[in-house]
C-alpha cells in the first residue's frame, strides 16, 4: 500500500488506493481465509458445539477506540476467528440438536464468496440481470422440487421472519385488510409481524390448536364464521408446515378448502419443514402446500445454505410487484412477457446482494437428488431417535412423534427445571447441545436432526449423557 505517494499536480494521476491493498497481498489473504474456513471445518467434529462468551471479556479483546491507525490485517483476521467466532453456535457440528441447525453445504459457500468478491447487486433489471435471472432461476427450481404451480414467483430475503412479512404484505394487497388465523404454535415472530404491519389485536386471530399441536379445521371455520356474522373480513390463514417445536404440520388441504371458500388468503410458514416437500414421504405429510397463495421456507435450515437465506414464494403472479413495485405503471406487462424481473419491486429490499448465487451454485454442484437424500437422512434420523427412547420406557416418554426431523420427549420424573439443567449440561460439556422447550403444559427436550453428517452413534451418545443424573 502506497500511502506515501507525494499528492502529484497531474489531473489525471490515478489516485492512491488508501482503502485497497496490492494484488499480491489480496490473493495471500484470500487463500489465507479459505485456509482457516476449510480448516475448522475439519476439526468441526471436535470442537465445542457451542461456546457463548461474557460480554466484558469478548469486548475487551474485540471493542475499544475507533481505530484510527492502520493494523496488521492478519492479527486482525486471527483476532475475528480465535475470539469472534468461536464464541457461537457451531449449526454445522454433527450433533448441534438445538433450535434448528444449518449445516450448510460448502458449494453454497463458495457462491455466495464469489458475489461478495464481485460486490454484486440483485436490485434493478438493467444494473443487475444476470444475477436477477439466477434468482428467478432458483426460485422457479425451489418451487418446482416442492411441487409448486409453474406460475410460481419468489424473491429472496434474509430468513423466516422477513419472507413471511413479505408473503404477509402481498396477502395484504390482494385480498385487502382483514384478519390474519395462526395458532398458539405458530413461530413468535409472526405475530410480531403482523403486529408491525399494524393488525390490530382483534385482527390476530390465535387458535389453539389440537392435541397433536396442529391447527384444527374445526375450530378455525368457526372463527371465521364468528368473524364474518361480525362484521370482520378474513384476510389470511398462516397455517405451519413443520411447526419449530415439534415438526407438526397443519391440516394444509382442509385448509385450503376453507380459504378457497371464502376467498381467504393461504399463506404457509414452511421456514422450518417446507424443504421437506422435495422428499416422497414429505410431499405426502405437506399435501395441500401446493395450494397455497404463498409459501416460506428458509434455506439455511434445511436446504444447506449458510445464514443468511429466506424465500418467499408466491402462486399468483404478478402480485408480488402488486404490492413492492414503486413504479407499478412501467413495469407489469415487461415483465410477464420477457422475465425481466427487478428485484427491487418484490420486497422491502432495494439495493441488495445477491443471495441466489450460493442456492445456483450448490443445487448446480450437488444435484437435486443429493438434496433429497440430505433430507431423507434428516427425516429418519429423528424416527432412529424415537425407536431410541421408546427400548428404555422406564426412562424415556415420547411427548411428540418425529415429525419432519424434530422429536420431543421427557425423562420420567423431570419437571422443566429439571429438564433445562440436563439440557444445559449437555450442551456446556461442548460434547452436544439440545433444547428444552414447553409444549402447552408439558415440559419436553428435544432433539432436531436435520444435519446429514449427523451418525446414529451421535444421537444414541447424547441421549446417554443426557440420562445421567445432574
Ligand atoms: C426459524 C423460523 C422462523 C423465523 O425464521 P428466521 O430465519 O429465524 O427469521 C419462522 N417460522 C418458522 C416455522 C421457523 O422455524
Same mark, same amino acid.
Given at each position: 500500500?502506497?500511502?506515501? !505517494?507525494? @499528492?502529484?499536480?497531474?489531473?489525471?494521476?490515478? @489516485?492512491?488506493?488508501?482503502?485497497?491493498?496490492d494484488?499480491a !497481498?489480496?490473493?495471500?489473504?484470500?487463500?489465507?481465509?479459505?485456509?482457516?474456513?476449510?480448516?475448522r *471445518?475439519?476439526?468441526? =467434529?471436535?470442537?465445542?458445539?457451542i461456546?457463548?462468551?461474557? /460480554?466484558?471479556?469478548?469486548?475487551?479483546?474485540?471493542?475499544g477506540?475507533?481505530? +484510527? /491507525?492502520?493494523?496488521?490485517?492478519?492479527?486482525?483476521?486471527?483476532? *475475528?476467528?480465535?475470539?469472534?467466532?468461536t464464541?457461537?453456535?457451531?449449526?454445522?457440528?454433527?450433533?448441534?440438536?438445538?433450535?434448528?441447525?444449518?449445516? /450448510?453445504?460448502?458449494?453454497?459457500?463458495?457462491?455466495?464468496?464469489?458475489?461478495?468478491?464481485?460486490? !454484486?447487486?440483485?436490485a434493478?433489471?438493467?444494473?443487475?440481470?444476470?444475477?436477477?435471472v #439466477?434468482?428467478?432461476?432458483?426460485?422457479?427450481? #425451489?418451487?418446482?422440487?416442492?411441487?409448486? $404451480?409453474?406460475?410460481?414467483?419468489? #424473491?429472496?430475503?434474509?430468513g423466516?421472519?422477513?419472507? =413471511?412479512?413479505?408473503?404477509?404484505?402481498?396477502?395484504r394487497?390482494?385480498?385487502?385488510?382483514g384478519?390474519?388465523?395462526?395458532? +398458539?404454535?405458530?413461530?413468535?415472530?409472526? $405475530?410480531?409481524?403482523l403486529?408491525?404491519?399494524?393488525?390490530?389485536?382483534?385482527?390476530?386471530?390465535?387458535?389453539?390448536?389440537?392435541?397433536?399441536?396442529?391447527?384444527?379445521?374445526?375450530?378455525?371455520?368457526?372463527?371465521?364464521?364468528?368473524?364474518?356474522?361480525?362484521?370482520?373480513?378474513?384476510?389470511?390463514?398462516?397455517?405451519?408446515?413443520?411447526?419449530?417445536?415439534?415438526?407438526?404440520?397443519?391440516?394444509? +388441504?382442509?385448509?385450503?378448502?376453507?380459504?378457497?371458500?371464502?376467498?381467504?388468503?393461504?399463506?404457509?410458514?414452511?421456514?422450518?419443514?417446507?424443504?421437506?416437500?422435495?422428499?416422497?414421504?414429505?410431499?405426502?405429510?405437506?399435501?395441500?402446500?401446493?395450494?397455497?397463495?404463498?409459501?416460506?421456507?428458509? @434455506?439455511?435450515?434445511?436446504?444447506?445454505?449458510?445464514?443468511? *437465506?429466506?424465500?418467499?414464494?408466491?402462486?399468483r403472479?404478478?402480485?408480488?410487484?402488486?404490492?413492492?413495485?414503486?413504479?407499478?405503471?412501467?413495469?407489469r406487462?415487461?415483465?410477464?412477457i420477457?422475465?425481466?424481473?427487478?428485484?427491487?419491486?418484490?420486497?422491502l429490499?432495494?439495493?441488495?446482494?445477491?443471495?441466489?448465487?450460493?442456492?445456483?451454485?450448490?443445487l448446480?454442484?450437488?444435484? /437435486?437428488?443429493?438434496?433429497?437424500?440430505a433430507?431423507?437422512?434428516?427425516?429418519?434420523?429423528?424416527?432412529?431417535t424415537?425407536?431410541?427412547?421408546?427400548?428404555? $420406557?422406564?426412562?424415556?416418554?415420547?411427548?411428540?412423534?418425529?415429525?419432519?426431523?424434530?422429536?420431543?420427549?421427557?425423562?420420567?420424573?423431570?419437571?422443566?427445571?429439571?429438564? &433445562?439443567?440436563?439440557?444445559?449440561?449437555?450442551?456446556?460439556?461442548?460434547? &452436544?447441545?439440545?433444547?428444552?422447550?414447553?409444549?402447552?403444559?408439558?415440559?419436553? *427436550?428435544?432433539?432436531?436432526?436435520? =444435519? @446429514?453428517?449427523?451418525?446414529?452413534?451421535?444421537?444414541?451418545?447424547?441421549?446417554e449423557?443426557?440420562?445421567?443424573?445432574?
Open positions: 500500500m502506497s500511502s506515501s !505517494t507525494p @499528492p502529484s499536480n497531474d489531473p489525471f494521476a490515478i @489516485p492512491a488506493d488508501t482503502l485497497g491493498m494484488p !497481498t489480496m490473493r495471500r489473504l484470500g487463500h489465507k481465509v479459505v485456509d482457516m474456513v476449510v480448516d *471445518l475439519e476439526r468441526r =467434529n471436535t470442537e465445542a458445539v461456546t457463548t462468551g461474557k /460480554a466484558d471479556d469478548l469486548t475487551a479483546r474485540l471493542g477506540p475507533v481505530p +484510527d /491507525a492502520p493494523s496488521d490485517p492478519d492479527a486482525a483476521l486471527d483476532l *475475528l476467528a480465535e475470539v469472534a467466532l464464541n457461537m453456535q457451531h449449526g454445522d457440528h454433527p450433533r448441534y440438536f438445538a433450535r434448528v441447525p444449518g449445516p /450448510a453445504a460448502f458449494a453454497a459457500t463458495l457462491g455466495d464468496w464469489l458475489g461478495t468478491g464481485f460486490n !454484486t447487486i440483485c434493478s433489471w438493467g444494473g443487475g440481470s444476470g444475477p436477477a #439466477v434468482e428467478t432461476t432458483v426460485c422457479a427450481w #425451489v418451487a418446482e422440487m416442492l411441487g409448486l $404451480p409453474a406460475r410460481t414467483e419468489g #424473491v429472496l430475503l434474509s423466516g421472519s422477513m419472507a =413471511n412479512f413479505t408473503g404477509f404484505c402481498v396477502a394487497s390482494e385480498i385487502g385488510a384478519v390474519a388465523y395462526l395458532t +398458539d404454535q405458530t413461530h413468535a415472530s409472526l $405475530p410480531r409481524n403486529r408491525q404491519m399494524g393488525l390490530s389485536s382483534e385482527q390476530i386471530r390465535i387458535l389453539p390448536s389440537d392435541d397433536a399441536l396442529r391447527m384444527s379445521a374445526e375450530t378455525l371455520a368457526h372463527a371465521i364464521a364468528e368473524d364474518i356474522a361480525a362484521g370482520r373480513r378474513p384476510m389470511m390463514v398462516v397455517a405451519t408446515a413443520g411447526s419449530t417445536n415439534t415438526g407438526a404440520t397443519d391440516p394444509l +388441504d382442509a385448509i385450503a378448502d376453507i380459504c378457497a371458500a371464502h376467498d381467504i388468503w393461504m399463506h404457509v410458514d414452511g421456514a422450518y419443514g417446507a424443504p421437506a416437500a422435495i422428499t416422497d414421504r414429505g410431499r405426502a405429510t405437506l399435501s395441500g402446500l401446493e395450494r397455497a397463495d404463498s409459501v416460506v421456507l428458509d @434455506p439455511h435450515k434445511w436446504f444447506f445454505q449458510p445464514y443468511d *437465506l429466506g424465500l418467499c414464494l408466491v402462486t403472479p404478478g402480485a408480488l410487484e402488486r404490492c413492492f413495485s414503486m413504479n407499478p405503471e412501467y413495469l406487462d415487461v415483465q410477464a420477457s422475465g425481466e424481473v427487478n428485484y427491487g419491486n418484490r420486497s429490499e432495494l439495493s441488495r446482494r445477491s443471495r441466489a448465487l450460493k442456492l445456483w451454485m450448490s448446480r454442484t450437488h444435484g /437435486a437428488q443429493a438434496f433429497r437424500d433430507v431423507l437422512r434428516g427425516i429418519e434420523l429423528a424416527e432412529f424415537e425407536d431410541h427412547l421408546r427400548r428404555t $420406557p422406564s426412562r424415556w416418554e415420547i411427548i411428540t412423534p418425529a415429525q419432519l426431523g424434530i422429536v420431543c420427549f421427557a425423562h420420567r420424573g423431570s419437571d422443566a427445571a429439571d429438564h &433445562a439443567a440436563r439440557a444445559a449440561r449437555v450442551s456446556a460439556s461442548g460434547f &452436544a447441545t439440545l433444547s428444552s422447550t414447553m409444549l402447552k403444559d408439558r415440559s419436553a *427436550l428435544r432433539l432436531c436432526t436435520i =444435519n @446429514p453428517l449427523t451418525t446414529e452413534d451421535d444421537i444414541t451418545r447424547t441421549l449423557m443426557l440420562a445421567a443424573p445432574n
